[in-house]
């Protein structure tokens, strides 16, 4: 299994459908997400990837709720949400952008910050911008700049703005059978666990296209690497790594302290026998660093 695929492209990055109650909710920043909450404690907000359901984090919110006040992110256009605010603009920045308004709007007092795949960039967005506002921040397989996972380390600029948007198209104009075929076989390269893909499947074919290319695009457009710098709170950079891909582990490892070398500090764990949704391939390690994380 190559890096593309283990980031996954397209709405392939759904969550696992697993319901759970909603305590309250919340439509801010023009309705680009919604947020329930739920238990009592220190603020943790957790965001989920592309085309990804809020959903994806239940083990974990029922983990925490009795001891911290959980802020579960729907992304609008995102596993069937409304398009509401997304319809037009930056889906990732605006996201971003209206979780600053959120936590200051809610007094929320240096939340601790996590967030998967798409959520990961939403996450350094937030504390790179707003550093003053995130007290602690967990990024779950991601890279500062996704374009090098995609298209390698040589692509320019130029390359990179001509592949984004054909990316983007393909998403947008894949007849619908055809794109429900890639999607099984995308998501089979991101979740090892066979029983949760049909799920995530459904899920990525239930969000709005147009709303996910875009997001797309966004991403593989998008250079973290000189904000990294700017960032203040502690960070954790989980990493997922399967035995059976063509990649040593030490290459690998390689990959994310290269990517997160401006980051000063930053603790970088790789987690072992996981494809990307590491929450739901090794939910027992996931949840144990989850905890060590929010401890410090």
Not at 35 to 58: F, K, M, N
Not at 136 to 158: C, H, I, S, W
Request: proline share 6%.
């Amino acid at each position: 299994m190559n890096r593309r695929q283990i980031l996954g492209c397209g709405a392939g990055m759904a969550a696992l459908i697993i319901a759970g109650p909603v305590l309250a909710a919340t439509a801010p920043d023009a309705g680009r997400f919604t947020v329930e909450t739920r238990g009592q404690g220190p603020d943790v907000i957790l965001i989920p990837g592309l085309s990804s359901s809020r959903a994806i984090w239940e083990p974990t919110a029922k983990a925490l709720a009795g001891r911290y006040r959980v802020h579960l992110v729907q992304v609008a256009g995102f596993a069937g949400a409304p398009v509401a605010g997304n319809a037009s603009g930056p889906v990732v920045a605006g996201v971003a952008e209206g979780l600053a308004s959120y936590i200051q709007a809610k007094g929320l007092k240096a939340p601790a910050v996590i967030g998967h795949s798409m959520g990961g960039s939403i996450g350094m967005e937030l504390a790179a911008r707003h550093p003053e506002r995130v007290g602690r921040l967990m990024v779950v397989d991601m890279f500062p700049k996704l374009a090098v996972a995609f298209f390698g380390p040589t692509v320019t600029p130029e390359q990179i703005v001509k592949n984004a948007a054909m990316i983007r198209d393909g998403m947008v104009n894949t007849p619908a059978d055809q794109a429900a075929v890639q999607q099984r076989q995308t998501i089979a390269g991101m979740v090892k666990t066979e029983s949760a893909r049909e799920a995530i499947t459904q899920h990525a074919l239930a969000s709005d296209r147009d709303v996910s290319a875009r997001a797309m695009e966004e991403l593989l457009l998008t250079d973290l690497t000189p904000e990294l710098g700017k960032i203040t709170a502690p960070t954790t950079v989980l990493h997922a790594f399967d035995k059976a891909g063509p990649f040593p582990a030490a290459t690998v490892d390689g990959w994310y302290a290269g990517a997160y070398a401006p980051l000063k500090g930053a603790r970088l764990v790789r987690i072992d026998d996981t494809a990307h949704f590491i929450m739901v391939d090794q939910p027992d390690r996931f949840q144990a660093e989850v905890e060590a994380f929010l401890k410090g």
